[in-house]
């Protein structure tokens, strides 16, 4: 039987080489974009969730939420902007993926289904992020303690989750793209000397979605060259 799969945030980056690492020939996937729908939305993942089901034959066996925003929100931005900002990183990161495992875990409850999820969230969730990004290392958070929450709470009905935690992935140009976090500083904190490619994000999503043993069921795996080991 093939594996049907949806994937959020799956048009570019780490999103794109998870798509990449799981298409084959026993699986199906639904690897969605922006422009299948905006998460900051907070109708976007229901209707994506019945789109991409009627994509897949009514069966989605593997959600990966991938889809995040990392915007800046300055602490002197006006009241009204900080919160804004705020609820924007929420709504995209943590609720929109919220929203989507609740559907998933709906659909195997109701079909007596096992069912797999793979949130990627970030080395911030433990680390913390930059003064600008206290609501992106919050939203990271929430999704690492919902991923437990979800494991703990449907193990022994089949229904596994799991979270991946990168640290600095190359998702862009290589020199625009450290440039933009910081330069030779940044790579200085990283002892493996460089930042994680996508491809090896890509590749720890596609063992947690298909094989990954089910003992390691709330599992939150690292990716980050060992910058932030705990
Ligand atoms: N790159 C890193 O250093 C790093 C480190 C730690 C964690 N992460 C996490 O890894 C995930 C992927 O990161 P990335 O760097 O690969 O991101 P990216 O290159 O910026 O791509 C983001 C993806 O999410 C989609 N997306 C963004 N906003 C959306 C919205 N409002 N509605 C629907 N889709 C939306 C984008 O779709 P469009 O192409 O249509 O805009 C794109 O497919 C994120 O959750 C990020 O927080 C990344």
């Not at 994000?201 to 795996?221: H, K, N, Q």
């Amino acid at each position: 039987m093939t594996t049907n799969i949806l994937i959020t945030g799956a048009s570019r980056g780490i999103g794109a080489a998870i798509a990449e690492a799981l298409t084959g020939d026993t699986t199906r996937v639904v690897a969605l974009s922006s422009a299948d729908g905006d998460l900051s939305d907070p109708a976007a993942p229901e209707r994506l969730w019945q789109a991409s089901l009627d994509r897949l034959d009514g069966r989605i066996d593997v959600l990966i939420n991938n889809a995040g925003v990392f915007e800046d929100n300055a602490l002197d931005a006006s009241d009204a902007d900080w919160l804004a900002n705020w609820d924007r990183t929420m709504q995209v990161n943590l609720t929109a993926s919220a929203l989507l495992c609740r559907r998933a875990v709906l659909h195997w409850r109701d079909r007596k289904a096992e069912g797999r999820i793979v949130n990627i969230a970030s080395r911030a969730a433990h680390r913390g992020d930059s003064p600008a990004h206290w609501h992106y290392a919050a939203s990271k958070a929430g999704m690492v303690a919902m991923t437990k929450t979800i494991a703990r709470a449907y193990a022994r009905d089949g229904i596994l989750a799991f979270a991946i935690c990168p640290g600095f992935t190359m998702t862009g140009m290589a020199e625009d793209y450290l440039a933009s976090r910081g330069g030779e500083a940044l790579l200085a904190e990283i002892p493996l000397g460089r930042v994680a490619m996508p491809g090896e994000v890509g590749e720890m999503a596609r063992w947690c979605a298909l094989e990954a043993p089910a003992a390691m069921t709330g599992a939150v795996l690292d990716v980050n060259g060992a910058s932030y080991v705990r």
